[in-house]
T-cell receptor, first 113, second 117 residues
Framework: AQSVTQPDIHITVSEGASLELRCNYSYGATPYLFWYVQSPGQGLQLLLKYFSGDTLVQGIKGFEAEFKRSQSSFNLRKPSVHWSDAAEYFC???????????FGTGTSLTVIP | DGGITQSPKYLFRKEGQNVTLSCEQNLNHDAMYWYRQDPGQGLRLIYYSQIVNDFQKGDIAEGYSVSREKKESFPLTVTSAQKNPTAFYLCASLKRGHVLVGNQPQHFGDGTRLSIL
């Protein structure tokens, strides 16, 4: 069965420090990959997506992610975290015909001054 | 601006009661989805619909029902058979039912938080 794993339930970083959130997926072929961010009590906002081509994708708010086929990973990175980045982050994959999505369990990010 | 509107933002259910969560979109999207979000479990798919008058069960459809009579509307009913309905419910939509069409991902509403009285 397809699955998405976000091994870090909660991460705390200092403002200005770099950030990497991990995501691994289990699927035979290359899926379509996404990172979403969720503020408390809100819906999900798309940060970036990977469909094909360049394995390093740029997103909004200064985020980027790198697709590594050999590791079945799609880790999210940001060089310098801002206090406003504190939120829940979800990795997701769409498979087969691209109309069904699977989400990871999320990583909660805390940013300290 | 186009978007997805979920209402109400907060909803309370009494024992044995059915409640309906509203989801309306004006994005002209064909596919719509309902997810349930519980702490530490991410999003789990309840139902999805690719076209009007058609829908499919997701991973946790038991105790829920949906209808898709109009393209822009996809209401979710939480029935009394759902014994643990307390959760955050998210509605999403997708153009043409495929992420590659229009190079657009799912769009999400702001959610409805359902609690038991």
């Amino acid at each position: 069965a397809q699955s998405v794993t976000q091994p870090d339930i909660h991460i705390t970083v200092s403002e200005g420090a770099s950030l990497e959130l991990r995501c691994n997926y289990s699927y035979g072929a290359t899926p379509y990959l996404f990172w979403y961010v969720q503020s408390p009590g809100q819906g999900l906002q798309l940060l970036l997506k990977y469909f094909s081509g360049d394995t390093l994708v740029q997103g909004i708010k200064g985020f980027e992610a790198e697709f590594k086929r050999s590791q079945s990973s799609f880790n999210l990175r940001k060089p310098s975290v801002h206090w406003s980045d504190a939120a829940e982050y979800f990795c997701a994959v769409a498979i087969n015909t691209g109309n069904q999505f699977y989400f990871g369990t999320g990583t909660s990010l805390t940013v300290i001054p | 601006d186009g978007g997805i509107t979920q209402s109400p933002k907060y909803l309370f259910r009494k024992e044995g009661q059915n409640v309906t969560l509203s989801c309306e979109q004006n994005l002209n999207h064909d596919a719509m989805y309902w997810y349930r979000q519980d702490p530490g479990q991410g999003l789990r798919l309840i139902y999805y619909s690719q076209i009007v008058n058609d829908f499919q069960k997701g991973d946790i459809a038991e105790g829920y029902s949906v209808s898709r009579e109009k393209k822009e509307s996809f209401p979710l009913t939480v029935t009394s058979a759902q014994k643990n309905p307390t959760a955050f419910y998210l509605c999403a939509s997708l153009k043409r039912g495929h992420v590659l069409v229009g190079n657009q991902p799912q769009h999400f509403g702001d959610g409805t938080r359902l609690s038991i009285l």
